[in-house]
């Protein structure tokens, strides 16, 4: 992925993370996409060129022999524990239902192999049905279930 593209791309994904951010801890969408823009900044310090980390466009081919973005892929290769985590994956809306998503994983998924890992990982929101039905399909399962419950403080913060 380019400078150019991980602009884009982040124009996609901080509105995206922020509000799965708020929705999920019941937050107000401004603290939202402040945590979401640290959090990036975090996790992809020198952006598209943080080592560990594989952003990825998908492209397919488009009129006239141009390839045509139609989503992203961010992907932790993990020799440790001889696995890869996917922390995004994106079809944008346009191309969705085309069979775009079903096929970027099967090519990570022969990618990864031809590379020596032996699993892939991901966490999916449990209200994302679409996304959990195209993993299950793939042979994805279902290895836990995130939990939290939000609790009063003496602070004044919220």
């Not at 509105?15 to 939202?32: T, V």
């Not at 823009?37 to 975090?42: F, K, P, R, T, Y």
């Not at 042979?139 to 279930?145: A, H, R």
């Amino acid at each position: 992925m380019s400078e150019e593209e991980y602009r884009k791309y982040l124009d996609y994904f901080i509105s995206d993370y922020a509000a799965e951010i708020s929705s999920n801890y019941r937050i107000p969408l401004e603290e939202a996409n402040l945590r979401a823009q640290n959090e990036i900044g975090e996790d992809l310090p020198q952006g598209p060129h943080t080592a560990g980390q594989d952003l990825l466009c998908i492209d397919h081919p488009g009129n006239a022999g141009q390839d045509q973005l139609v989503g992203y892929l961010w992907v932790s290769p993990d020799r440790t524990s001889n696995s890869v985590f996917i922390n995004d994956f994106y079809i944008l809306a346009e191309h969705q239902g085309q069979g775009f998503g079903r096929e970027a994983l099967s090519e990570l998924e022969e990618r990864v192999s031809k590379e020596g890992f032996r699993e892939i990982r991901l966490r999916v929101a449990n209200s994302n049905m679409r996304a959990r039905k195209l993993y299950e399909a793939l042979g994805y399962e279902i290895t836990g279930v995130n939990m939290s419950k939000r609790i009063e403080n003496e602070r004044s913060d919220p």
